[in-house]
């Protein structure tokens, strides 16, 4: 994420928000722009992870951008503004999904998580990636699988992985968000990651033997170009 | 670690979910435990996959469209500021006072009051002009000769009999029409009735 999205990430500076806030309360335009432009972004990756559709993303980031700046008097700062901003995109990118729901996979959110009822094809995979994500996500095509991965995810899965990967959501805070037990969200979120564990696999595991040889060709490259 | 270690006390370890006695038992389970291990590193994986590829997403929509979204939150941030002075501006400052009550009555059913006015209004003069003349009046009419300034009643033919509505169109209301006998003769009446209205609300 740019500058401002790390910034925003780090919550180095809580106390510039605050001010901010006071300052957009008293009429300030600028003020409010200056936290549109820290968190906008970050905004739009949490809605995008839900929606999984630009406009529709934009349309929610909008939206909560407004509805923020129309109740900046109820924000009390018991947390930062942030916190509070991701709530409101969150309701409104799930309250999105309820009214344009479409016709979704079938969901295992009922099914109990009971011991033994997680091995074989039902268990979490041991192995995703086996070497750095940050180096896989360089490469266009595993990007294009998890995108693929997330889409065929129902809803209220993504919903749910998106939330807790993306924000850090406690099973709590995403039960109170989307209305459930959490029960139903450890279940939503169990799934949700078997999943694209599931679709992930085997792509990664081919692209990275392919990236190792290439990393093997470009260290002996080096060594030769070195010696 | 037990085989049957639950996948998802793994899960609920690697979210931070577990209380600190339930993570330590955990963890001294996982040191034993190579395959359960592997699963929670998998699942921190999958987070690191899932956040770089959002946050790599977010940053490559152009700024031109986040500017663009700023001009659409600040429009909408005018509209809202419009709307809070307007609804102030309707809520009087003193309270107290017959006629500040009718006052305030009025303010809020402004609405109503008028269309009621401009029915009653038109009502009234369909009425009259609806309305059979008397015996007197077909005489001062026979007698008038057709002067210039006269008004002569061709709405409605004296027959003795109740007018006869052929149609009503009262948009944005429901109408009605009465025949009322007195000894003046029979007098119609259409009552419009407007339909309630939410705007301004």
Redesign the interface.
């Known amino acids: 994420?740019?500058k401002e999205?790390q910034r925003a990430s780090t919550g180095r500076d809580p106390v510039d928000d605050r001010e901010l806030v006071e300052s957009a309360r008293k009429g300030d335009?600028e003020a409010?722009?200056t936290l549109?432009e820290r968190y906008?972004?970050?905004a739009?990756?949490?809605a995008?992870?839900v929606l999984r559709h630009?406009d529709d993303a934009?349309d929610v980031?909008?939206?909560a951008?407004?509805k923020a700046?129309?109740y900046l008097d109820k924000f009390e700062g018991n947390s930062s503004f942030y916190t509070w901003l991701y709530r409101i995109v969150m309701n409104l990118a799930i309250d999105h999904l309820r009214k344009h729901r479409r016709t979704r996979p079938v969901e295992l959110d009922e099914q109990h998580?009971?011991?033994?009822s997680?091995t074989g094809d039902d268990?979490?995979?041991?192995?995703?990636?086996g070497a750095n994500?940050?180096r896989?996500?360089l490469d266009k095509e595993i990007?294009a699988r998890?995108?693929q991965a997330?889409g065929e995810l129902s809803e209220n899965h993504r919903a749910v992985?998106?939330m807790?990967?993306?924000e850090g959501l406690?099973?709590e805070e995403m039960a109170q968000a989307m209305g459930c037990s959490k029960g139903t969200i450890?279940s939503r979120?169990?799934h949700a990651?078997k999943n694209?564990?599931k679709r992930?696999a085997d792509l990664v595991d081919h692209k990275i033997v392919e990236n190792e040889n290439e990393d093997a060709t470009d260290d002996a490259a080096a060594s030769g170009s070195r010696a | 670690m037990s085989k049957?270690q639950?996948?998802?006390d793994?899960?609920?370890f690697a979210?931070?979910?577990l209380d600190e006695k339930q993570s330590r038992e955990l963890e001294d389970a996982l040191a034993r435990d190579s395959?359960a291990r592997?699963?929670v590193?998998?699942?921190g994986?999958?987070?690191?996959?899932?956040?770089?590829?959002?946050?790599?997403?977010?940053?490559a929509?152009p700024s031109k469209?986040?500017d663009a979204?700023?001009r659409?939150?600040?429009k909408?941030?005018e509209r809202?500021g419009v709307a809070e002075p307007a609804k102030a501006a309707a809520v009087p400052t003193e309270a107290g006072g017959f006629m500040r009550k009718v006052g305030r009555w009025f303010d809020r059913y402004r609405g109503h009051v008028l269309t009621g006015a401009v029915s009653a209004g038109a009502v009234a003069a369909l009425a009259l002009l609806l309305r059979n003349p008397t015996p007197e009046m077909r005489d001062q009419q026979a007698g008038s000769g057709g002067g210039s300034n006269k008004i002569e009643p061709t709405l409605v033919k004296d027959t003795h009999e109740p007018a006869e509505i052929e149609s009503l169109d009262t948009p944005d209301g429901t109408g009605t029409v009465f025949n009322l006998e007195d000894e003046d003769g029979t007098t119609t009446v259409i009552w419009v009735t407007p339909d309630d209205t939410v705007e301004g609300i």
């Open positions: 994420m740019n999205g335009r409010f722009r549109f906008h972004r970050r739009y990756a949490l995008f992870g630009q934009l980031v909008q939206d951008f407004i700046h129309k998580l009971e011991e033994g997680t268990s979490l995979l041991p192995k995703i990636l994500p940050g896989a996500l990007r998890i995108d997330l992985l998106v807790r990967e993306l406690s099973y450890m979120l169990f990651r694209m564990q992930l | 049957k639950h996948d998802a793994l899960m609920a979210d931070g979910e395959g592997a699963k590193d998998a699942i994986e999958l987070g690191d996959l899932l956040r770089g590829h959002l946050e790599l997403g977010a940053d929509v469209k986040f979204l700023w659409e939150i600040d909408g941030i809202e």
